[in-house]
């Protein structure tokens, strides 16, 4: 990515994660009485975390690295926004969980640093951040110990090619063009799904941010050439926290759902892969 686009987007980040934690409320507190932000699909994938060294790849603000380190994981967090950093960083004291954050852009980061985890993992809106798949991938290859593995857990990318009329009229899956948009503020827009408040009204973005529309297969496509091994690959049709759409409904467990009578397509996938 260009130096441009690189402050630029780390800009606009820093504004939606003041934006996104502005809805939250206290959330040290929250924490400290046992809040958790992981999902099911998350923890399934990662399987037993005690003892075992993690990198929290694009970390945000830390709330999810937190709460893996609460399940016992040694955990260091990487992002590129300052001011998801330095939230985290403050997260973790306020709250009482160990963690290690660093701000790096993440693929430079891992081109560079002699650490190796057990676990690498990522979630929500990671990859499409990114403009070249392969150094992604070979930099997960690189930081991962013999037998270590990778859990990414993401938001479908067919999802960007339907509407919000539920027709097939958004971005096209195969684009090759990069997409130069504000941050949004889906915290607002998907209220206790993402642990904000309901009803917020969301907050102003005019930074630009450049993203990138990668397929599934590509994805898989990069990991695999990397030298990774792929051990399961699975879909879901529902969204975890976001609503991704304004025609899906709430349901149980913090999920987006299709409204009935919609016919399905994946909302998310999930992937694991290790280091031979």
């Given at each position: 990515m260009a130096t441009h686009d690189y402050d630029t987007t780390r800009r606009s980040w820093n504004v939606a994660t003041?934006?996104?934690?502005a809805h939250k409320g206290d959330q040290a507190a929250a924490f400290r009485a046992g809040a958790d932000p992981l999902f099911p699909e998350e923890l399934e994938l990662l399987g037993d975390l005690r003892d075992r060294s993690l990198v929290h790849l694009q970390c945000n603000a830390g709330q999810d690295s937190l709460a893996l380190a609460r399940r016992g994981a040694r955990v260091t967090g990487i992002d590129f926004s300052d001011e998801a950093i330095a939230f985290a960083q403050s997260l973790s004291h306020d709250s009482?969980?160990?963690?290690?954050?660093?701000?790096?852009?993440v693929v430079s980061w891992m081109q560079s640093t002699e650490r190796r985890f057990d676990l690498a993992f990522s979630s929500y809106g990671a990859v499409g951040w990114l403009p070249n798949l392969s150094e992604w991938a070979c930099g997960i290859a690189r930081i991962l110990s013999p037998s270590g593995r990778f859990v990414y857990v993401e938001f479908h990318p067919v999802r960007w090619s339907i509407a919000n009329d539920l027709r097939l009229t958004g971005d096209d899956y195969f684009s090759e063009r990069p997409f130069i948009e504000p941050v949004s503020d889906y915290v607002a827009s998907s209220g206790a799904g993402l642990g904000g408040i309901e009803g917020a009204l969301p907050g102003k973005n005019d930074v630009p941010a450049t993203g990138y529309q990668y397929g599934l297969?590509?994805?898989?496509?990069?990991?695999?050439?990397?030298?990774?091994?792929?051990?399961?690959?699975?879909?879901?049709?529902?969204?975890?926290g976001c609503r991704l759409h304004e025609a899906l409904v709430a349901a149980s467990g913090r999920r987006w759902v299709w409204p009935e009578g919609v016919a399905r397509t994946p909302l998310m996938f999930g992937l694991s892969v290790r280091r031979p």
């Open positions: 003041r934006n996104h934690n009482g969980i160990g963690a290690s954050f660093e701000q790096a852009e297969a590509q994805i898989v496509d990069a990991l695999l050439r990397a030298g990774l091994v792929l051990e399961t690959l699975r879909e879901y049709p529902y969204a975890n």
